[in-house]
């Protein structure tokens, strides 16, 4: 099956500015993730969507991140306008749900790489 | 407040002897631990978890232990493999799919 998608991989961006990262998940996974990982740090979950509706966002700085997923499948990430400490890499990530679903597991996209002069 | 704690930030393991990577959490909360591996420009993958009704669960060369009382999950990798050079992440979760709480990261690297 194919893996999750993210783009772009890398974005450089002057703070102030606003930058959006796309994620399609694995066909048929009903939850999404957005995780930010900033540099010597563990991935720290921003938003967890179950098809288009939101699970848990509350790590999420609402005053200058959004998310959204429409239609339950695909999603995008804004920051806007985009802080220093914004620098970090953004995971999107998907799970199954049901059936075949190990507790707990998450299939990870690349990536993208937020540098924030 | 880091509710999962990984407080080596690295390790170098000759090849083909054991890897051991340690674990620590706070939260009694959490009732599931898994560990993902990552390489360079790749986003984590899945590796091995346990249930906390288990002490043990193991798949080929890799066994992951739970001491509940202490709060502390190991993963050791045996033999270890240049191949399982890697950033190795513990996680864990207070209940099915919800939220995975990750420590920093342990670099593992096996020498050969």
């Known amino acids: 099956e194919a893996g999750v998608a993210q783009s772009p991989r890398y974005k450089i961006i002057e703070k102030r500015q606003s930058v959006a990262f796309w994620c399609n998940p694995i066909s048929g996974h009903a939850t999404l993730y957005w995780y930010q990982q900033i540099l010597g740090q563990g991935p720290k979950l921003l938003i967890q969507?179950?098809?288009?509706?939101?699970?848990?966002d509350s790590q999420l700085p609402k005053d200058r991140f959004s998310a959204e997923r429409l239609k339950g499948v695909d999603s995008t990430l804004k920051i806007q306008p985009a802080k220093l400490e914004d620098s970090a890499v953004y995971l999107c990530?998907?799970?199954?749900?049901?059936?075949?679903?190990?507790?707990?597991?998450?299939?990870f996209g690349e990536g993208s790489r937020l540098t924030v002069l | 407040d880091q509710q999962v704690k990984q407080n080596s930030p690295s390790l170098s393991v000759q090849e083909g002897r054991i890897s051991i990577l340690n674990c620590d959490y706070t939260?009694?909360?959490?009732?599931?631990f898994l560990w993902y591996k990552k390489y360079p420009a790749e986003g984590p993958t899945f590796l091995i978890s346990i249930s906390s009704i288990k002490d043990k669960n193991e798949d080929g060369r890799f066994t992951v232990f739970l001491n509940k009382s202490a709060k502390h999950l190991s993963l050791h990798i045996v033999p270890s493999q240049p191949g399982d050079s890697a950033v190795y992440f513990c996680?864990?979760?207070?209940?099915?799919?919800?939220?995975?709480?990750f420590g920093a990261g342990t670099i593992l690297r096996v020498k050969s």
């Open positions: 990530a998907s799970s199954r749900t049901s059936g075949r679903a190990v507790v707990g597991e998450l299939f």
């Open positions: 939260n009694s909360m959490f009732d599931y």
């Open positions: 996680a864990a979760s207070a209940k099915y799919g919800n939220k995975l709480v």
């Open positions: 969507f179950q098809n288009n509706g939101v699970v848990d």
